[in-house]
């Protein structure tokens, strides 16, 4: 063979016979991934009942569903009908008076003290474990799941003049600090996305100001998802105020069907997530330049200097998860310290750094939890005396 008819042999189309192959082959692979997402919608379906606890396998082909879905599915006509965590950490006054939840406005009788708590899971336990050293005192405790300071803070200034509190606490959890970047739990805990809002603090003037959120309430959250109008204006809302907002991963569409489009999103969503995150901290510690992050030293003096004035011991309970080192009380040291700010700082007593110190979910260790908890009561006690030393010292 010559080289011009090599020349005609190489430039001639790929047999016909070839191409019918590959378009077989296409044609069966995505018969194949079709298949097996109805396969896996058909096996694997999430509950219908928001009270319902999926299977694992059930969870884990669900956690990519758009954001707006899984709030629509977790949001009943009745607090009965609605998921335990939709109804969580909402910002209402009324549900803390004495009547509801066990909430006290003053001390239980033979008590000698009540304190008032504001965080999240680990401000509670923390606060339970002093009530177990020292059953002299009496607990308020307002939380939300994995709150935020700009929660916490909003909880705190909510409840101001609404009880007889002797001491308060707010609690701040170094891991939901990228919380202050936001107005819900929606957004930045996409997998599993709690429902609740909060403020969102800038600064202006040299002082806060609140970013308030247009849903603040199960009860006004029922009535969005049904109204188009009010439903769209706290979605705008989030998009122009919440830093962990993003299309993609929030609205809910024809793709919620689609079980791979599931694992893609929720691929996406852990690499908006960890971008973000990075964002506002580093292994080096908190991005003190960004302006969400910076409000925090004020949130803590402000907290402090109100609760003074009020005539309440103020404390600041700083958690350092994993992950987080010292990071959080290196921020946060020159304020309560120029401020002269009473606070107990986990990453002397239970470092991040020592995974002994927690359990398998990320919270402290039952016995972690009694030496913050014992550091707590040593401060009340400076200020109180009268309260009587704790009973059940941990060693």
């Known amino acids: 063979m010559n080289l011009h008819n090599l020349s005609i042999f190489s430039s001639k189309s790929p047999p016909k016979n070839l191409i019918w192959d590959s378009v077989k082959t296409g044609l069966w692979f995505i018969g194949f991934l079709v ?3 109805i396969a896996v919608n058909l096996l694997f379906p999430y509950p219908a ?3 319902a606890k ?14 707006e879905g899984k709030i629509r599915r977790q949001v009943g006509a009745t607090d009965e009908s609605t998921a335990l965590l939709a109804l ?51 607990l308020r405790l307002i939380a939300g799941p994995a709150a935020s300071p700009n929660h916490s803070f909003a909880a705190y200034q909510l409840d101001r003049g609404h009880h007889e509190a ?28 709690a429902a609740f809002t909060f403020p969102k603090y800038v600064m202006e003037n040299g002082e806060l100001k609140a970013i308030e959120p247009n ?21 705008d ?30 691929s ?16 080096a510690g908190f991005n003190q330049d960004l302006p969400d992050i910076q409000v925090l030293p004020v949130m803590v003096q402000e907290f402090a200097e109100t609760a003074q004035a009020d005539g309440k011991l103020p404390i600041v309970l700083l958690f350092n998860d994993r992950g987080y080192d010292d990071h959080l009380f290196e921020y946060l040291q020159p304020t309560l310290e120029a401020n002269s700010i009473p606070f107990v700082s986990t990453h002397r007593i239970a470092p991040a750094t020592d995974l002994k110190n927690f359990k398998g979910d990320g919270h402290f260790t039952k016995h972690a939890n009694q030496l913050i908890a014992q550091e707590v009561l040593e401060i009340i006690e400076q200020h109180f005396p009268s309260a009587g030393q704790s009973e059940n010292r941990v060693k």
Do not use: C
């Not at 999926?54 to 954001?67: A, C, E, Q, T, V």
């Not at 002797?166 to 957004?187: C, E, F, R």
């Not at 996406?268 to 292994?283: D, P």
């Open 215 to 235: 849903v603040q309430s199960i009860e006004q959250l029922r009535v969005a998802v049904k109204d188009e109008e009010k439903w769209q204006a706290f979605v």
């Open 54 to 67: 999926p299977g694992k396998l059930n969870l884990y082909f669900d956690y990519g569903r758009s954001i």
């Open 35 to 37: 298949l097996f997402d």
């Open 237 to 266: 809302q989030m998009r122009n105020h919440d830093r962990f907002f993003n299309s993609f991963l929030f609205e809910e569409n024809w793709t919620d069907y689609s079980a791979i489009i599931r694992m893609i999103r929720r």
């Open 88 to 138: 969580a950490g909402w910002l209402d006054s009324e549900n803390w008076s004495e009547n509801h939840e066990g909430q006290p406005v003053r001390p239980d009788p033979g008590e000698e003290l009540l304190i008032a708590t504001y965080g999240m899971s680990f401000s509670n336990q923390v606060s339970r474990a002093m009530e177990t050293i020292n059953p002299n005192i009496t």
């Open 166 to 193: 002797d001491v308060v606490i707010l609690g701040v959890l170094a891991s939901s600090v990228k919380g202050l970047s936001a107005i819900s739990g929606m957004t930045w805990g996409a997998e599993v996305p």
């Open 268 to 283: 996406w969503g852990q690499k908006h997530q960890v971008g973000l995150t990075n964002e506002i901290h580093t292994s």
């Open 49 to 51: 009942n928001p009270r």
